[in-house]
């Protein structure tokens, strides 16, 4: 089981956007004196934005999610802000 996905972005704002519009809801995080972040938890596994700082943004990747019907959700495959694949399902 994942339990934690972060995707370290130089696009922090435009990346929360895209998911947000997907379905995905964030929380505004720090921890000690790490960088200011956001965070949405689907079921058991946290899913986490990070600016990418010293680390390289996360590179090609391809993320899947099932997500309950609302408005605005467009099941399919999407491309987020860095170029990264989201297939999106939407669960009846």
């Given at each position: 089981?994942?339990?934690?996905?972060?995707?370290?972005?130089?696009?922090?704002?435009?990346?929360?956007?895209?998911?947000?519009?997907?379905?995905?809801?964030?929380?505004?995080?720090?921890?000690?004196?790490?960088?200011?972040?956001?965070?949405?938890?689907?079921?058991?596994?946290?899913?986490?934005?990070?600016?990418?700082?010293?680390?390289?943004?996360?590179g090609?990747l391809?993320?899947?999610?099932?997500?309950?019907?609302?408005?605005?959700?467009?099941?399919?495959?999407?491309?987020?802000?860095?170029?990264?694949?989201?297939?999106?399902?939407?669960?009846?």
């Amino acid at each position: 089981m994942i339990d934690l996905i972060v995707v370290y972005t130089e696009r922090v704002e435009e990346c929360r956007a895209f998911y947000t519009g997907l379905g995905l809801t964030f929380e505004k995080e720090r921890h000690g004196t790490g960088p200011e972040h956001f965070s949405a938890t689907l079921g058991s596994t946290v899913f986490e934005l990070y600016p990418a700082g010293d680390r390289p943004p996360t590179g090609r990747l391809r993320l899947g999610f099932t997500l309950p019907s609302g408005p605005g959700r467009e099941p399919g495959r999407h491309t987020d802000p860095d170029g990264r694949t989201v297939d999106l399902r939407i669960s009846a």
